[in-house]
């Protein structure tokens, strides 16, 4: 019975991941997919033609059966990426983010002319300048950061092969053996080195810490002296 509380005290001691940020970030994405996915929606019951210029009028901005399409799909898009992992709603929102807004400048580039595949006006470039900012801080929120906290579900986990820290000379004896560790090394490379230089470089090579080629080097000393 012990053991079993135990176990359990420590499941419910360890720390669990904030779930905040994906929260908001699900929203977010949800909110901006049901937008688009209505405005898409309306467009394909209201029988635009698909390659129209001029387009029609939904829910206050102009539309035709491409843009309706494009904007269909790209709901769905969002909505996969919201019920997936944090990682890829981030990685999705920031990329539909990006292309909202590209799109946003290609378009305002296009109005008036025959290049108006997607039957954009003024009201189209705005909301997508909108809609991009938008998705481009959310899918940021939590993720874009010098600082993550550990609960962060973007923080990357420690790995068990980064090593020990690194072990810098202190004493005078380490820092002579350093100066003396880089004179035999410098001397191997240039072929000058003597036997004993050559000895020692081979014994630090079989290490891969500075700190410990430094131990190997000063156990060469103290078995001479």
């Given at each position: 019975m012990q053991l079993r509380h135990s176990a359990r005290s420590t499941s419910a001691d360890r720390p669990s991941r904030d779930p905040w940020v994906f929260r908001v970030q699900r929203v977010g994405a949800l909110a901006v997919a049901a937008v688009i996915g209505v405005f898409g929606l309306l467009g394909f019951a209201g029988g635009l033609d698909f390659f129209s210029t001029d387009g029609s009028p939904i829910l206050g901005m102009s539309s035709n059966g491409l843009l309706s399409t494009v904007s269909v799909v790209t709901a769905v898009v969002l909505v996969v990426a919201a019920l997936r992992s944090p990682r890829v709603a981030s990685t999705v929102m920031m990329v539909v983010g990006t292309l909202f807004l590209v799109s946003a400048l290609a378009n305002l580039a296009a109005l008036r002319t025959s290049f108006n595949v997607l039957a954009f006006?003024?009201?189209?470039?705005?909301?997508?300048?909108?809609?991009g900012?938008?998705?481009?801080?959310?899918?940021?929120y939590g993720r874009v950061s010098g600082n993550l906290p550990a609960d962060s579900p973007y923080a990357r986990p420690a790995t068990d092969d980064a090593g020990p820290p690194e072990s810098f000379?202190?004493?005078?004896?380490?820092?002579?053996a350093e100066r003396?560790?880089?004179?035999?090394?410098?001397?191997?490379v240039n072929h000058v080195a003597t036997v004993d230089q050559r000895r020692r470089v081979e014994a630090m090579a079989r290490v891969h810490s500075r700190g410990d080629r430094r131990r190997v080097w000063m156990e060469f000393d103290a078995r001479s002296s």
């Open positions: 006006e003024m009201e189209n470039v705005a909301f997508s300048v909108v809609a900012l938008l998705l481009l801080l959310l899918g940021a000379p202190s004493t005078p004896a380490e820092f002579a003396a560790m880089r004179d035999a090394e410098v001397a191997v």
